[in-house]
């Protein structure tokens, strides 16, 4: 797979993109992207409390959520906006609001799949999962809406053939604990406008969290999720009918080990990364990024940033097609400065 880092000379702390330093604010876990107009490019990020949690100042979700947009693929952005609803929330509701996943089923429009916090020192319990919809590019947005019943954590969503999935954690506590702990597919075939449950994974997966979701080449899908009690073997499932059913499963290593993974579909393959583990120290907790050419087998890893702290290294990417057939995916993930405390860093993998 032929493709440039930037910047260059990894590992590094990347293109700097939000600096929380300034205040002594953090930015975990909210990094919603997507592409909402050829070439234009909608990000968020979390503006939160640098000093909430105890044993990880800066590890939480109590503040709001900012956005940007870009008309260049990310070379040069618009100054932030305040998400209303996530400080509404704030200041009136007994819930912060986080986001780590957006859509964009038609131009201009923006589909935020938004997690509610009840913790003011953390994240859980979550509450039912909303969703906000935007039609001018992230100008105005619409009033939530509930996108099911269940509490949870909506972990990823992917545009299939015009049609939104969308990967979430029945569970209003990070880890699964109990066999009703159920990873559940939602759809929407109206753009957002409502949303179905379509499947479950199947079998029993205590002690997992996290996901990520992607298209095959053989138009089939695949989940991952990640076991905190086997760091280098991501679970995966694999579709063949749509999200109906998913009858193969199976184990994906990964050689540095891999958490909160983010998987895209890019030229030649397909690429992982996320923070390679953290439950022991047997190997350095690092941002890493995998490649390889079946969304299965990965490579050995290669090491994007290495500034080790308590916790770092949300991230999320997007793909983006130019029309000379090369392609940039835009990284976005959470970089320590101080503590738990963390700003926000870009890196970009060009694609010729």
């Given at each position: 797979m032929n493709f440039e880092i930037i910047p260059g000379d990894i590992p590094n702390e990347g293109?700097?993109?939000?600096?929380?330093?300034?205040?002594?604010?953090?930015?975990?876990?909210?990094?919603?992207?997507?592409?909402?107009?050829?070439?234009?490019?909608?990000?968020?990020?979390?503006?939160?409390?640098?000093?909430?949690?105890?044993?990880?100042?800066?590890?939480?979700?109590?503040?709001?959520?900012?956005?940007?947009?870009?008309?260049?693929?990310?070379?040069s952005w618009s100054a932030p906006k305040v998400l209303p609803y996530s400080m509404d929330s704030l200041l009136n509701e007994p819930f912060t609001v986080s986001c780590e996943k957006a859509v964009s089923p038609r131009e201009d429009r923006i589909v935020l799949l938004c997690i509610r916090n009840e913790n003011p020192n953390g994240w859980e319990p979550y509450l039912e999962p909303v969703v906000l919809?935007?039609?001018?590019?992230?100008?105005?947005?619409?009033?939530?809406?509930?996108?099911?019943?269940?509490?949870?954590?909506?972990?990823?969503?992917?545009?299939?053939?015009?049609?939104?999935?969308?990967?979430?954690?029945?569970?209003?506590?990070?880890?699964?604990?109990?066999?009703?702990?159920?990873?559940?597919?939602?759809?929407?075939?109206?753009a957002g406008e409502s949303f179905s449950l379509l499947s479950e994974l199947p079998g029993e997966y205590l002690h997992h969290a996290y996901g990520s979701m992607e298209r095959l080449p053989d138009g089939g899908l695949i989940c991952y999720s990640y076991n905190s009690r086997d760091e280098f073997n991501l679970d995966y499932w694999i579709s063949r009918d749509g999200g109906r059913s998913w009858p193969e499963t199976g184990k994906s290593f990964c050689k540095r080990r891999i958490r909160n993974p983010q998987v895209a579909r890019v030229k030649g393959g397909y690429i992982l990364h996320g923070r390679s583990g953290c439950m022991d120290s047997s190997l350095p907790?690092?941002?890493?990024?995998?490649?390889?050419?079946?969304?299965?087998?990965?490579?050995?890893?290669?090491?994007?940033?290495?500034?080790?702290?308590?916790?770092?290294?949300?991230?999320?990417?997007?793909?983006?097609?130019?029309?000379?057939?090369?392609?940039?995916?835009?990284?976005?993930?959470?970089?320590?400065?101080?503590?738990?405390?963390?700003?926000?860093?870009?890196?970009?993998?060009?694609f010729r």
């Open positions: 293109i700097l993109f939000v600096d929380h330093s300034v205040k002594g604010r953090s930015g975990h876990l909210s990094h919603a992207l997507t592409e909402y107009k050829k070439g234009c490019v909608f990000a968020l990020w979390s503006n939160c409390s640098g000093t909430r949690n105890r044993w990880g100042p800066g590890h939480n979700g109590f503040g709001w959520l900012e956005y940007a947009t870009s008309s260049d693929r990310g070379d919809i935007s039609d001018d590019a992230g100008e105005n947005w619409s009033e939530p809406r509930l996108l099911c019943g269940e509490k949870g954590r909506v972990y990823d969503a992917i545009m299939v053939d015009g049609e939104i999935y969308v990967l979430m954690l029945a569970n209003d506590d990070f880890e699964t604990s109990k066999p009703e702990h159920r990873y559940q597919i939602y759809k929407s075939s109206d907790m690092q941002f890493v990024l995998y490649t390889g050419t079946d969304g299965i087998h990965w490579d050995d890893g290669t090491v994007l940033c290495d500034k080790h702290g308590n916790a770092a290294y949300y991230s999320n990417n997007l793909v983006l097609d130019r029309d000379d057939g090369s392609q940039r995916v835009l990284i976005q993930a959470s970089v320590t400065y101080e503590k738990a405390r963390v700003n926000i860093a870009h890196w970009m993998l060009e």
